[in-house]
């Protein structure tokens, strides 16, 4: 089985700080790990993803995450946040082969001025 | 761009009534998920389809949930008869192939409110 825990359930931030969204998980395979990003009353997208090779991935609005094998984590990091990032976000684990996409409980991330 | 098409956007309905949600994935797609988020929550999976067949259905309240892909392509999401707790985001997800790395893309939802 796999589990997904994102420790903060909501994270106050001004406009323009850096910010940390944790994300640990755990499974008995190899995995692939995924950010997506949900607004009010939408479906999930995808922020970015980690399949294999370099540790660091990015996505095109400058947030990155890097994977961590030792730490089972995957933390989500941006240098300079805006208000337009104010969303919840979603860490995803899917384990090699036939096994499911597993979310955890989601951060809350509030921007403001 | 390929999107996943799921109707209806909202749904209200009384309890004890059936209701039911359609999920379009995008073409080609072979894997299809579907999800239910409670508000605050995150998505947990009810069921997952590989083309036709049934990967796992594990979660999925099978007294009064049901969930087909017929021809490999659409689905339903049934529930009847539908109770208060049921009311939720109901999310339908499709990717390109289950046995790989590949991104899952997501339908807008189904509001789901039982009154």
């Known amino acids: 089985a796999q589990s997904v825990t994102q420790l903060d359930s909501q994270v106050p931030v001004f406009e323009e700080a850096p910010v940390e969204l944790r994300c640990n998980y755990s499974?008995?395979?190899?995995?692939?790990l995924f950010w997506y990003v949900q607004y009010p009353n939408q479906g999930l997208q995808l922020l970015l993803k980690?399949?294999?090779?370099?540790?660091l991935v990015e996505s095109i609005n400058g947030f990155e995450a890097e994977f961590n094998k030792s730490q089972t984590s995957f933390h989500l990091r941006k240098p300079s946040v805006h208000i337009s990032d104010t969303a919840e976000y979603f860490c995803a684990v899917k384990g090699s082969g036939y096994s499911t996409l597993t979310f955890g409980k989601g951060t809350m991330l509030l921007v403001s001025p | 761009e390929a999107e996943v098409a799921q109707s209806p956007r909202y749904k209200i309905t009384e309890k004890s009534q059936a209701v039911a949600f359609w999920c379009d994935p995008i073409?080609?797609?072979?894997?299809l998920y579907w999800y239910r988020q409670i508000l605050g929550q995150g998505p947990e999976l009810l069921v997952q389809f590989q083309d036709e067949s049934v990967v796992d259905d594990s979660q999925l309240p099978k007294d009064r949930f049901s969930a087909e892909r017929l021809k490999g392509v659409d689905s339903t999401l049934k529930i009847q008869p539908a109770e208060l707790g049921d009311s939720a985001m109901y999310l339908c997800a499709s990717s390109l192939e289950l046995s790989m790395g590949t991104e899952a893309f997501f339908g807008q939802g189904t509001r789901l409110t039982v009154v």
């Open positions: 073409s080609g797609h072979a894997t």
């Open positions: 499974s008995s395979v190899s995995v692939y």
């Open positions: 980690y399949l294999s090779g370099s540790t």
